[in-house]
């Protein structure tokens, strides 16, 4: 037997006291009370193999009890890992309007100077003076080309021209110069060729001239523009 015995409570001496005397029959005279039992007095010696055991077993669970407050918002948690890329959408979206044009921005500062240019030729250059007389005049009706060549003359244009009839020293009477313009004469038709400014024409008044000398200056350009018009006055 253990030398130390177990002290129970109030509890458990008022059930061992009926457990004893329902083991030991009746108790002569009355029952015992748990006001007949001193506190502390009944070991657990004196109780009933097993009872002890079994009053130390658990009782059955209580029922759940009210809610109670709700508690404070506990920290965030670290961030989880991140989930890998969805899928590509199939789908195409349609171009939104034009948004409005923005303001104007200010002038940007002036660029450096370019190179100079290469020089240009001179409109003179290539020139040439032709001049042509008539020892006999007859009636002041005379032409110049500006080259003897048909061909080369095409590749001129007469941008002056002029007349002198008789001599310097000497002038005829009667001679006066009616038309003083560009161009080539067609002698058969009596009329200025179409189209042809590579030469000097004089259209004299049909006096007769001991003389008559007709000068053109010709320029390598066929690029002349010819600007005709007319005044009604």
Known sequence: MNSKR???G??????????????????????????????????????????????????????????????????????GPQGPAGPAGGGT???GPA????????????????????????GLTGAVY??????????????VACDDDPAVSQQYTAISGGVQGGTVDTQDDGFAVN?????RMDWDTGLPKADRLDGWIILGNGEWT?????WA?????????VDAGTLDN
């Open 10 to 79: 109030g509890g458990i001496a008022a059930a061992a006291v009926i457990s004893l005397s329902m083991a030991g029959g009746a108790v002569a005279g009355s029952l015992v009370t748990s006001a007949d039992i001193k506190d502390h007095t009944i070991k657990s010696v004196d109780l009933k193999p097993g009872l002890v055991e079994k009053f130390s077993q658990p009782g059955p669970a209580g029922q759940d009890g009210a809610a109670g407050p709700q508690g404070p918002k506990g920290e965030a948690g670290p961030a």
């Open 179 to 183: 038309s003083s313009f560009p161009g």
């Open 130 to 143: 032709r001049t042509l007389t008539y020892t006999n005049g007859g009636g002041g009706s005379a032409t």
């Open 210 to 214: 001991s003389a008559l000398t007709v």
């Open 217 to 225: 200056l010709c320029v390598p350009n066929t690029s002349i523009a």
């Open 99 to 122: 948004g409005p044009a923005g303001p104007k921005g200010d002038t940007g500062p002036a660029g450096p100077a370019g190179a100079d240019g290469t020089d240009g030729v001179d």
């Open 93 to 95: 979206g349609t171009q």
């Open 6 to 8: 177990k002290i129970i």
